[in-house]
């Protein structure tokens, strides 16, 4: 059964670090794009970053470039989110996703989906 698991969400003050990782179980990571997204009270789902499963090929949302990195360990069958230098409006739950045909951004485009993670920036 295709399933994904994230975790690694907490509270931290403004200019920390957190990684967020996305384990995978049921299919072989690398033949799937991973996107990250994350979705604020009050505010539409957005996409963070994504990882294709061709060449490997990174994209960041304008927002976090600089500061946040997708990276994946396949050996582990898991993709991370290291996110540094953490801003206040960082602050949602975020959720890491699949896709065996498509990346991007755009939410709609993934059919596969773990739970989220909360992510709390303040001091």
């Known amino acids: 059964q295709l399933q994904l698991v994230g975790s690694g969400g907490g509270l931290v003050q403004p200019g920390g670090s957190l990684r967020l990782s996305c384990a995978a179980s049921?299919?072989?990571?690398?033949?799937?794009?991973i996107g990250w997204f994350r979705q604020a009270p009050g505010k539409e789902r957005e996409g963070v970053s994504c990882i294709t499963s061709s060449d490997g090929s990174a994209y960041y949302a304008d927002s976090v470039k600089g500061r946040f990195t997708i990276s994946r360990d396949n050996a582990k069958n898991t993709v991370y989110l290291q996110m540094n230098n953490l801003k206040p409006e960082d602050t949602a739950v975020y959720y890491c996703a699949a896709d065996p045909f498509t990346y991007g951004l755009g939410p709609t485009a993934y059919d596969y989906w773990g739970q989220g993670t909360q992510v709390t920036v303040s001091s």
């Open positions: 049921g299919f072989t990571l690398d033949y799937y794009a």
